[in-house]
């Protein structure tokens, strides 16, 4: 039987666009690498303007829903005052040791109404480090910061593992997916033991096609067919944390392909921006995702004034332009020029469309002929696919489905 979503799942499709921001003891050391095993001294983290507020501000340019901080990366620095570790901002002289990022950065959120993400790396080395007998008492470790960052700051919509460092430690899954279930009953998890969304792949923000929400994956020890969107992690720069990389920041045109191969193939783009020193998103960075934003709006904003789409069978959606008298449809200078289509599947019963094709309908003196040419042609749809081809002046756009596991429901079909 085909894997249906729930209704977490529906709302972490329709984010769409998240911004992760990689920030902690890394930020105040430049050209430090992961697992370098390189001291870090909590001495050093003093974000001197840190203002969250402004990282959400720079995220909603590009119409970002949520957002995601690494409260613990893999170095084991925690940005709360954590009663299981001395390495946490308590440690550090910012806010005389009071302060919390993660209670700043969650208020941010809500204050911006953004959705609620926070990444969790289970690694930790150095002097800092805590130590443990066995296993057990790691993961006794591991629930209990869980538990601090699931307690503490309300409601928390996503939880982002990465399960770098995990080599040779075999987590009792199921006792930790029972705390966090129980603690955030619809909290959506990434990618690790129970999963709800999973990793595409790469860390590049482009989504293979075709792009199936039907996967198998190993759930609690045990594999199965599940229904898991896939993610599209990425960075703005070279590097996820801020860093000495002025000369990395990809362009415009570049974030746009990353956001039309990633959203426009169904499934969510993650970009990453490194907050820097001052506790602040660079002016460049905060530009640039402006510039991402506005082109995504020339792009996508606003639709052309075709019609809504209509069933004419089982397997065929046709949009007509509405604007125009029948016997002006084969006058060609009053049809728009399409470049692009945005089609959405309805997904309540689960993803079925695996090929289709996108038809223009070509001026003629007879309304609506049968001259058409193929514009594109696709494979799986999910939440969204964007389907760009060559400018083309069109009375009609047909979908054809040619390939669907079970009657294939368009929840919409648009010309851009």
Not at 237 to 250: A, C, N, P, S, Y
Not at 319 to 335: F, K, P, Q, S, V
């Amino acid at each position: 039987m085909k894997p249906a979503p729930s209704q977490k799942q529906l709302r972490f499709l329709s984010w769409e666009t998240g911004v992760f921001f990689h920030f902690g003891i890394r930020t105040f050391h430049p050209g430090h690498r992961d697992w370098d095993g390189v001291e870090m001294d909590p001495a050093t983290f003093m974000p001197e303007s840190l203002d969250c507020r402004q990282w959400l501000r720079a995220a909603k340019r590009i119409g970002a829903k949520y957002a995601i901080l690494t409260a613990k990366h893999h170095d084991g620095f925690a940005l709360w005052p954590s009663e299981c570790t001395r390495y946490s901002v308590a440690a550090s002289p910012w806010r005389g040791g009071r302060g919390d990022v993660v209670k700043e950065f969650t208020d941010a959120c809500r204050a911006e109404g953004m959705a609620v993400g926070l990444y969790y790396s289970p690694a930790q080395w150095g002097s800092w480090a805590v130590k443990f007998e066995d296993a057990r008492q790691y993961d006794d470790y591991f629930i209990r910061q869980i538990t601090e960052l699931l307690t503490r700051y309300g409601k928390i919509d996503y939880i982002w593992f990465d399960g770098c460092g995990s080599d040779g430690h075999e987590y009792d899954q199921k006792r930790i997916v029972s705390v966090i279930r129980s603690l955030q009953p619809d909290i959506l998890i990434f990618d690790m033991w129970d999963p709800d969304t999973r990793w595409v792949g790469n860390e590049d923000g482009y989504a293979p096609m075709p792009n199936p929400y039907a996967v198998e994956r190993a759930v609690l020890g045990e594999r199965k067919t599940i229904f898991a969107p896939a993610e599209c992690d990425c960075k703005i720069r070279e590097h996820w944390f801020w860093d000495r990389d002025e000369g990395t920041l990809k362009s415009a045109e570049e974030l746009m392909g990353m956001y039309e191969m990633s959203v426009g193939r169904g499934s969510n783009l993650l970009l990453n921006v490194g907050p820097d020193r001052r506790g602040l998103v660079p002016e460049p960075d905060e530009k640039r995702l402006g510039e991402l934003g506005a082109l995504i709006q020339s792009r996508y904003g606003v639709p052309l004034g075709f019609d809504a789409p209509v069933r004419e069978n089982e397997n065929h959606y046709t949009i007509r332009y509405g604007a125009l008298r029948a016997e002006d449809m084969g006058d060609h200078t009053r049809l728009p020029l399409c470049h692009s289509v945005i089609i959405e599947e309805g997904l309540s019963d689960g993803q079925n469309v695996k090929r289709f094709r996108v038809w223009a309908h070509l001026p003629s003196l007879v309304p609506i002929s049968d001259r058409r040419v193929c514009m594109y042609e696709g494979e799986t749809i999910g939440h969204k696919a964007i389907c760009r081809f060559a400018p083309i002046r069109t009375p009609m756009l047909t979908l054809e489905i040619v390939e669907s596991d079970a009657p294939a429901a368009i929840a919409d079909f648009k010309a851009y």
